[in-house]
């Protein structure tokens, strides 16, 4: 079994949308969480961190962690073209340790 | 955040021949990790590098043919040798800070 796991999409959507994103993972010892988005030919940019279970919100962008069921979401409200990228989900029991990362969503906004 | 400058950003190069990756990051860090990002693939942790060691490979990755330097705390390179086109692949270094781990903008290698 995968340390984590992400439904790869692609996921199409029209601009203005809600977006959700979700992946589970195995390892009951993560507590960090981290959602990245990832445009074609460049390197991930880290868009949400979150420590334990419960919610962080940053402008358009929702991270949940329940970590009961060991399960995390992005929400993307009012959805844009140029939210169009990759989206990954990455999770580590330490901020000094290994990150594990999903596989990635990709997601593409139409105008 | 962290500032992290990867180069060369792609390159294009014949199986057999070894290519180094060079990463410097804008302040001091202890650990520097380097990725691989295969098509469809999840980020694949290749090695971490710690200044003034040996750095340390992950399952099936080995220094003869990942070759990592880390000559200060702020610099790393990784070569990838003898290259067959199963190297080819997005290769990222990343640095982790409190708040995440953050990535160069990555190396697209293709070996033909």
């Known amino acids: 079994q995968k340390e984590v796991e992400q439904d790869p999409g692609p996921l199409s959507v029209p601009e203005g949308a809600i977006v959700s994103l979700n992946c589970t993972y195995s390892n009951s010892a993560f507590q960090y969480f981290m959602w990245y988005r990832q445009y074609s030919r460049k390197g991930p940019e880290l868009l949400m961190y979150?420590?334990?279970?419960g919610n962080k919100e940053d402008g358009r962008f929702t991270a949940q962690v329940d970590k009961s069921s060991k399960y995390i979401s992005l929400f993307i409200r009012d959805s844009q073209p140029s939210d169009s990228a990759t989206y990954l989900c990455a999770m580590s029991a330490n901020t000094g340790n290994q990150f594990y990362f999903g596989t990635g969503t990709s997601l593409t906004v139409i105008p | 955040s962290a500032v992290i400058s990867q180069k060369p950003s792609r390159d294009i190069c014949q199986r057999g021949t070894s290519l180094t990756i060079q990463c410097q990051v804008d302040?001091?860090?202890?650990?520097m990790f380097w990725y691989r990002q295969q098509p469809g693939q999840s980020l694949t942790l290749i090695a971490t590098a710690n200044q003034g060691s040996e750095a340390t490979y992950e399952s099936g990755f080995v220094i003869d043919k990942f070759p990592i330097s880390r000559p200060n705390l702020t610099f790393s390179t990784l070569t990838v040798s003898n290259m067959s086109p199963e190297d080819s692949s997005i290769y990222l270094c990343?640095?982790?800070?409190?708040?995440?781990?953050?990535f160069g903008q990555g190396t697209r290698l293709t070996v033909v």
């Open positions: 990343s640095v982790v800070r409190y708040e995440g781990a953050f």
């Open positions: 302040s001091q860090v202890t650990m």
């Open positions: 979150t420590y334990s279970s």
